[in-house]
């Protein structure tokens, strides 16, 4: 009696043994080879220079900033990163940014918003010493622009102001 029931163990160790042997089909699908993998790389790549060339052109510095920085991550990813690129757009981006600050400093004298004006400056100074394009006497004749515009505009509150009886 102790024979009948020996073949089915020994069939279930069997049948486990082949389970663990074989591959899966699926098995190939989902890891592409190196070929396709190095493609979908450079694709991303390129697809991530393009964007940071949109933001560049239509959006402010830190969303470029951001866009430069996924480049440069896909790039290195993908074995086609160019340090040389890399510092061409680092520099457009600045430069854009310095334009930028400009333009919005004027804009927030003529506003008379004196905080966001500091700010602007601010953002041009910083940005500039980043390029090395920084120039002390430009950056006291701006701030000094700023102080006359405040003082103006003090001066020109208390002459609108009434006297009180």
Known sequence: MKLKFFPIP???LAVMLLVTLANPQDKIEKNPDQKAKQTMLEREATRALKQFKL???KEG?????VALN????????????????????????YEKSIHDSMKCFAEF???ENFNDASICLQTWR????????????EYEALKETLTDAKTAKA???KTTEKPQD
């Open 126 to 137: 910083i940005h500039s010493k980043e390029l090395g394009t920084y120039d002390q006497t």
């Open 10 to 12: 020994v069939a279930l």
């Open 109 to 111: 004298i003529l506003e």
């Open 155 to 157: 001066a020109a509150a």
């Open 55 to 57: 933001k560049l052109e």
């Open 70 to 93: 996924v480049w440069r991550s896909t790039a290195i990813d993908a074995g086609v990163f160019d340090p040389e690129k890399f510092t061409e757009f680092k520099k457009q981006l």
């Open 61 to 65: 510095f830190y969303s470029g900033r």
